[in-house]
């Protein structure tokens, strides 16, 4: 039998596998047993194959959130991209969809009206576990911010990316390399020297970081996004890249716009 003891310690993970029950148990059959009988009371719900949490008898819905789930869909997973400027509190909307980012695949889901999305992980630097909330691995505000610039056309779009960097009061160009070195593409130096200069004094930018990336750009002009009006932008020499005019307009409350 699994003992209320025992339970807690699952019910830190945030989410809990029927491995998690076998290793307390010591036995595939019982770990079955136990877990059909808490799903058919209604004391825990399945989340997807393999991944359980309790249930909060008031609600009726699962008492670990969006980010706790996202952080145990594989051994690897972490949320990222979107989903971690909403972890933490810096982004403009918040969305019914958690971009959890993984080694191991595992298909798109929803559980209790949220949208999980696999994203393949390319590294797993920059990926932090916060002491203050249990169970959840994120990605740290440089690896957002990065993740954020690299994909915003598939997440969330660039005037939300925007209005998070707006939010944004630091960021440690150091860690910033790092991850573009790790990440080692061309067009992101391009990109993210390009968009972060407009943060430089409120992200406490140097000039040094800005440096690097030019070294890193090569020959090649590249678009911001596609399908840029070819009426409404410019060219910048500098980070060689093709931009919209008048790309942001700072606002008294010190936010972001496109035009």
């Known amino acids: 039998m699994v003992s209320m003891k025992d339970f807690e ?7 809990f596998s029927f491995t998690d029950v076998i290793n307390l148990t010591g036995n595939r059959e019982t770990a079955h047993s136990k877990i059909y009988r808490l799903v058919q009371k209604g004391y825990i719900k399945s989340i997807k194959r393999n991944l359980y949490a309790a249930v909060s008898l008031e609600t009726g819905q699962t008492i670990v959130n969006k980010y706790q789930i996202g952080s145990r869909l594989t051994k690897s997973a972490y949320v ?3 989903s971690a400027f909403e972890y933490y509190g810096l982004a403009n909307q918040v969305f019914n969809e958690v ?11 929803e559980f209790e009206g949220i949208s999980y999305k696999f994203i393949r992980s390319k590294f797993n630097d920059g990926v932090l576990e916060p002491k203050n909330y249990s169970g959840v691995s994120v990605t740290d505000i440089e690896r957002t911010v990065l993740d954020g610039i690299k994909d915003f056309e598939k997440i969330g779009g660039l005037e939300e990316l925007l209005q998070c960097l707006s939010m944004v009061t630091y960021l440690d160009s150091k ?15 391009q990109k993210t020297g390009y968009i972060l200069e407009y943060y430089k004094d409120k992200l406490k930018l140097k000039d040094s970081f800005f440096k690097f990336c030019v070294t890193k750009i090569g020959k090649s002009i590249r678009y911001l996004f596609k399908g840029i009006n070819s009426d409404n932008s ?3 020499s500098k980070w060689q890249i093709v931009a919209p005019k008048n790309l942001m307009i700072i606002n008294d409350q010190g936010g972001s716009k496109l035009v």
Request: net charge positive; no cysteine.
């Open 175 to 189: 860690k910033l390399e790092q991850y573009l070195d790790l990440y080692n593409l061309q067009v992101l130096y």
């Open 80 to 82: 990222s991209h979107h």
């Open 234 to 236: 410019f060219y910048n």
């Open 9 to 15: 310690k699952l019910l830190k993970l945030g989410a």
């Open 99 to 109: 971009y959890i980012s993984s080694n191991e695949r595992f298909n798109n889901f």
